[in-house]
Every structure is written in C-alpha cells, then in structure tokens.
C-alpha cells in the first residue's frame, strides 16, 4: 500500500493521454469528479509546463515547481500562470 492509497487516493489517468499520465501523477478520492474537472484545455495547459505541481485539498491549492526559487520580479508572471490554471479547473 502506498501513500496515497493510506489516505483514500486513487491514481487518475486519462484515455488517449499516455504522455500526460506518464509525466504527471493525479491523484484523488473520485477519478470521475476529477477527469470532468481536468478536461482538455487544462490538461494541454499542464503538459506545456511539466515541472508544474498543484497540490489541492477542499477549496485550498498550492501552486509550485520543485527547485525552483522565482526572483520577486518573476512573482506577478507565476500568479498569472496559477491563475490561469485555476480559471480552466473551475470551468468545465
């Protein structure tokens, strides 16, 4: 049993997304409710930034890429981009 299984998580793939579930790990409590919420475009918007990680718990999310440290001038680009993941995953 690993991890996730511990706390209810399933690991979610997509059909015809084999390159998307090789480079990313879903996991969640209810693939259906995730697979209508990750459709195409937030899927597409993912794939083209494959050191993004989203983790999410009720309506909280963290947005981050791992060893990498954004310079203050960088900040406001980094908003726009978790922003804009955000609005796709609202928007089914």
């Known amino acids: 049993m690993n991890v996730g299984q511990r706390f209810g998580l399933t690991r ?7 390159a998307f579930n090789r480079q990313f790990v879903l996991l969640a409590r209810d693939a259906v409710k995730m697979r ?31 060893g990498k440290l954004s310079s203050s001038k960088a900040v406001p680009d980094f908003l726009k981009e978790a922003e804009g993941l955000l609005d796709l995953l609202q928007r089914p």
């Open 36 to 66: 209508g919420i990750f459709t195409d475009r937030a899927l597409d918007y993912l794939s083209d930034r494959p050191d993004t990680v989203l983790e999410s718990r009720g309506r909280d999310t963290l947005f981050y890429r791992f």
């Open 12 to 18: 979610v793939t997509f059909d015809g997304r084999e």
